[in-house]
């Protein structure tokens, strides 16, 4: 399965962007879909999360402003991310971890997302 990540920006701090992470299978068949960023210098870290099941989980830093969804249909996960701060700045990948796998085994080119003060 191949992951496409697309929909980064440049954008003022307090607008909004939406990412989105079309796979070219069914993303239903991963036990979860993810957003992870990586800042310049920073390690690359977990954004959020949505289970087969539908179970989300968010970084506290983005919980509030940022929402997870996923369309079985299209195989398309999506990152609405609102009152974007300047360090939201990274290069979002999204990345896919399947049934048998505790890791994230499958990743997209990443986008990046440039917030402005």
């Known amino acids: ?26 993303i239903f068949s991963f036990n979860a879909m993810g957003w992870l960023r990586q800042a310049p210098g920073k390690q690359r870290e977990l954004v959020a999360h949505i289970t087969r099941g539908g179970n989300i989980n968010y970084q506290d830093s983005v919980k509030g402003r940022f929402t997870i ?27 896919a971890r399947p049934l048998v796998s505790s890791t994230w085994d499958y990743w997209g080119q990443g986008t990046l997302v440039t917030v402005s003060s």
């Open 1 to 26: 399965v191949q992951l496409q990540a697309y929909g980064g920006g440049l954008v003022q701090a307090g607008g909004s962007l939406r990412l989105s992470c079309a796979a070219s299978g069914s």
């Open 69 to 95: 969804s996923r369309d079985n249909a299209k195989n398309t996960v999506y990152l609405q991310m609102n009152s974007l701060k300047p360090a939201d700045t990274a290069v979002y990948y999204c990345a």
